[in-house]
């Protein structure tokens, strides 16, 4: 299933995320004036290793090979994108509209963030990858110093410092305060939170710079949340207003939005990608050369400028473009993709292609599917319904994850109930994960209606015969005689996702809500049915499905779930959802995280569906495991793969 990000995480082609945790530092609240480098618990800052992964590993499907084979210099990978989940921005900050995995891992191929997370399929902060070294928190976690690995290079031969990361986060200010905060221009952007939380950013030396905090943060919180955001701009070619133009003082604001406004007005002409002399120049292992701005199909080509610990062996990086799943599918049956994904809908024909010598290989990401409530529709008081606890309840009651995990995706999932599943396992999974608080019922969905003042007609219309705010009344605001029914808009690719959809919707039947099942492309949903995104149309969705978020190694629902999130697409609001998320960005209390996971489990922003495997297959390339397994984490890192001989 598609997926949105929250940056530090990515995705190849759909779906959620995983692994361990690493900590950015002691504990909030120690004493000013001691630095405390940012440390590691169960973390590693290894380069992708040829350590193996089978399928007794739990959560994994298949087998992961290690590196074998002879590599050939040169030549062609090829892999997918689809239809409705294909790069639409280019620059590296991203507009709430196309904030999503795609583009953002399009972008890392060309422009490397300051770190790089995944190590394998574990979401760890991989150090060798990263531009920056591990912070150094002071001042009682007030002060961030970032030393930054010089190696890396802008193809104009200028080194990727310190200015290009102030030159980020000016032109980050630029695009989120033109006259007011505007969440629209960066997906992941919250009032208070970065650029907002850094009261002066400086750069001491060529590659340090140092950032003076408004508040002192959770170290973890602010290292995998906040640090993660940024991507070095290359300040000596991009800061200018106009092609060709005089390179301006970016550190004036005015400059700055005019800089903004010129590179965002360049991003939005996709026919013009792979000419545009702006993005040229780039830090990252490949080169943009061709883009069909019809399909969104792409190719790049290795750099050889590129700065980080493996060049790319072979030369050339092509992105095929697929009107749908299936016809991803049908092109690894042909043996015309090097890389392809393995949808639940395909696992029945896995051994046909791995008899073509694919291997196969999947595992659950650390993050979460959910069906999306949307709680600013007042159409047929609709807000009113579901602002009512009971009712969620109910919804959640009418939910088979058995059946779902077993009928829809073969068995590769796992079942999920909140923001941080049970599997994989993180440091940060609250105790009460593995146990459904709403396991699938009939019965108890209709209890739940009937006892609070609605007459439940199995297969007809329910409706409210004891309206009011009281004990077993229906809740305020709904009339007597009201019915429930609601549209659920869900993604037309892949076909699990309307399978799914339809399973909720035979369910509530059950209990007399109607629900109709509409399908819609991902690009529609996250950019029309988004409240903070498209809040014109808050009257115009009550329900829908369309993936779900990629999580950090810190996994917060930070920005999701808290009232006025930049991503909280439903608009969802609750008093002490929010002091558990502040917590966890404040407090240093080590459980924070978990307790503000298990409350939003019981509390049900939304419905929490499985988690599936993400599962990949290739031929023809081979290179670290690590490489591979990483893409089960939304990482993508080709320039360890190569081409084997006789492939």
């Not at 280019?90 to 997370?117: C, H, K």
Request: hydrophobic fraction near 35%; glycine fraction near 8%.
């Amino acid at each position: 299933m598609p997926h949105r990000a929250v940056r530090s995480s990515r995705a190849l082609f759909a779906v959620l995320a995983a692994g361990a945790v690493i900590l950015a530092g002691c504990a909030s609240g120690s004493s000013g004036g001691t630095p405390k480098a940012a440390g590691s618990s169960g973390s590693s800052s290894q380069a992708p290793s040829n350590n193996t992964n089978t399928s007794t590993t739990v959560g994994a499907y298949g087998t992961l090979p290690a590196a074998s084979g002879t590599p050939v210099k040169g030549g062609t990978i090829t892999y997918p994108i689809i239809n409705g989940s294909t790069p639409t921005y280019i620059m590296p900050i991203l507009p709430g509209a196309d904030s999503t995995v795609y583009n953002q891992q399009f972008e890392e191929l060309l422009y490397r963030p300051l770190y790089w997370f995944d190590v394998g399929n574990r979401p760890v902060i991989n150090y060798p990858l990263s531009i920056g070294k591990a912070p150094v928190y002071s001042d009682g976690d007030k002060t961030v110093t970032v030393t930054m690995n010089p190696n890396y290079k802008w193809t104009d031969g200028a080194s990727v410092d310190a200015q290009d990361v102030l030159f980020w986060i000016d032109e980050l200010r630029a695009a989120v305060h033109p006259v007011k905060t505007d969440a629209a221009n960066f997906g992941n952007y919250t009032p208070g939170d970065f650029p907002d939380n850094v009261d002066k950013a400086s750069a001491p030396s060529k590659f340090t710079f140092v950032l003076h905090l408004t508040h002192a943060y959770n170290p973890n919180w602010f290292t995998e949340t906040q640090l993660n955001l940024i991507t070095p701009l290359p300040s000596t070619t991009w800061a200018q207003d106009k092609a060709g133009g005089t390179q301006l003082d970016y550190t004036n604001p005015a400059n700055a939005k005019k800089i903004a406004n010129f590179l965002e007005a360049q991003s939005g002409k996709l026919s013009t990608y792979a000419s545009n002399p702006l993005w040229k120049d780039v830090d990252g292992p490949f080169t943009l050369t061709k883009f069909d701005s019809g399909t969104d199909a792409n190719t790049m080509t290795a750099n050889p400028a590129y700065g980080g610990p493996q060049k790319p062996v072979f030369q050339t990086l092509q992105a095929l473009y697929f009107a749908s799943s299936t016809a991803q599918f049908d092109a690894v049956r042909a043996g015309k993709l090097d890389l392809g994904e393995v949808s639940s809908d395909n696992l029945p024909q896995v051994p046909i292609i791995k008899r073509l010598g694919y291997n196969v290989y999947g595992y659950p990401g650390l993050g979460f599917q959910y069906t999306v409530f949307n709680f600013q529709d007042k159409t047929n008081h609709w807000k009113n319904i579901v602002d009512q606890l009971y009712f969620r309840q109910a919804i959640a009651h009418l939910q088979d994850e058995d059946a779902i995990i077993k009928g829809v995706y073969g068995g590769a999932a796992a079942a999920a109930y909140g923001p941080v599943p049970a599997v994989p396992a993180t440091a940060y999974v609250p105790s009460d994960a593995s146990t459904n608080p709403y396991p699938y019922s009939i019965q108890t969905a209709s209890q739940l209606l009937s006892s609070h003042g609605w007459k439940v007609v199995p297969g007809g219309t329910t409706t409210c015969i004891k309206p009011g705010s009281g004990a077993g009344e229906c809740g305020a605001g709904i009339p007597a005689g009201q019915n429930l029914n609601f549209t659920d808009y869900y993604t037309n690719d892949p076909a699990s996702a309307g399978l799914q959809t339809t399973q909720l919707a035979s369910a509530a039947a059950q209990v007399g809500i109607k629900v109709t099942p509409v399908a819609k492309t991902f690009n529609f949903i996250v950019d029309q049915y988004d409240d903070p995104i498209a809040p014109s149309n808050n009257n115009k969705w009550q329900v829908e499905f369309y993936g779900g978020f990629t999580e950090g190694a810190y996994p917060t629902t930070d920005t999701i779930f808290n009232t006025g999130g930049s991503n909280n697409e439903g608009d969802y609001s609750n008093k002490q959802a929010d002091k558990l998320i502040n917590d966890s960005k404040f407090s240093s209390n080590p459980n924070a995280v978990q307790d503000e996971a298990s409350y939003l489990t019981k509390n049900l922003p939304a419905v929490f569906d499985p988690n599936p495997d993400l599962i990949y297959a290739w031929k023809g390339i081979s290179g670290p495991p690590d490489s591979f397994s990483n893409l089960t984490q939304y990482g993508f890192t080709p320039e360890y793969w190569y081409l084997t001989s006789g492939s």
